[in-house]
């Protein structure tokens, strides 16, 4: 258990509908990231946040928005989905004080979007 | 930009044989790390090893270990010893070391393990 929860682990949906995915990071760390893994892409980052705040964007589309509050938890909102959008979603989290390779990976939430 | 490249799809090893998976990298950065994830059929990502651009000496985890050749810029995990439970899907990534800390993946390779 890495200690990073994500929720729901299973969601689907319709085409057109919005839905938001949440993780909590491990305790006492700051930095969570967002990844996506998906057939036609494999993985790749989506964006960062670091103590709320906005650290680094990848290719995240613009239907898709993140943000982080306070108790360091965060949400991934995905809106207008499309039959692409299926993919696994990956939360992982860091501290800022930890080795380099410390970034530990939730156990993901599977979005299939019909 | 950086870049990771596995070029082995997929891989057959008969169990408790060693197993080498391939893995390049491309990055113009002096500091970064390099680091293989292990994806299970259930989907969870297991964190393997890790190793410093500046580590003189090749990583080494239980079974898994790092062959790290910086000046061909490949980073191969080897597996000693191989066991059924090793089936599943391993990535390759990196990252820099300053600034921008999201990881760069390669497409994986699937290792499936013969009894």
């Known amino acids: 258990d890495s200690g990073v929860t994500q929720t729901p682990k299973h969601l689907i949906t319709a085409t057109g509908q919005r839905v938001t995915l949440r993780c909590s990071p491990r305790s006492g760390d700051l930095s969570v990231y967002w990844y996506q893994q998906s057939l036609d892409q494999g993985l790749q980052f989506l964006i960062q946040?670091?103590?709320?705040?906005?650290?680094a964007k990848g290719n995240i589309l613009e239907r898709f928005s993140a943000q982080q509050f306070p108790d360091l938890h965060s949400e991934l909102n995905l809106s207008s989905l499309e039959l692409g959008d299926s993919a696994l979603y990956f939360c992982?989290?860091?501290?800022?004080?930890?080795?380099?390779?410390?970034?530990?990976f939730g156990p993901g939430t599977r979005l299939t979007v019909t | 930009a950086q870049k990771i490249t596995q070029t082995q799809p997929g891989m057959f090893v008969q169990e408790k044989e060693a197993v080498t998976l391939d893995c390049t990298y491309d990055?113009?950065?002096?500091?970064?790390?390099l680091f293989w994830y292990k994806q299970p059929s259930s989907g969870e990502m297991i964190f393997l090893i890790y190793?410093?651009?500046?580590?003189?000496q090749n990583a080494t985890e239980g079974r898994y270990s790092l062959n790290f050749q910086k000046a061909r810029k490949s980073a191969n995990l080897v597996i000693s010893a191989s066991q059924l439970g090793d089936s599943a899907m391993y990535f390759c990534a990196m990252r820099n070391n300053f600034g921008n800390e999201k990881l760069t993946f390669g497409t994986g390779t699937r290792l499936t393990i013969i009894p």
């Open positions: 190793q410093g651009s500046y580590d003189e």
């Open positions: 992982a989290s860091s501290s800022a004080s930890a080795k380099l390779e410390e970034q530990y």
């Open positions: 990055t113009s950065d002096q500091s970064y790390g």
């Open positions: 946040y670091y103590n709320g705040e906005e650290r």
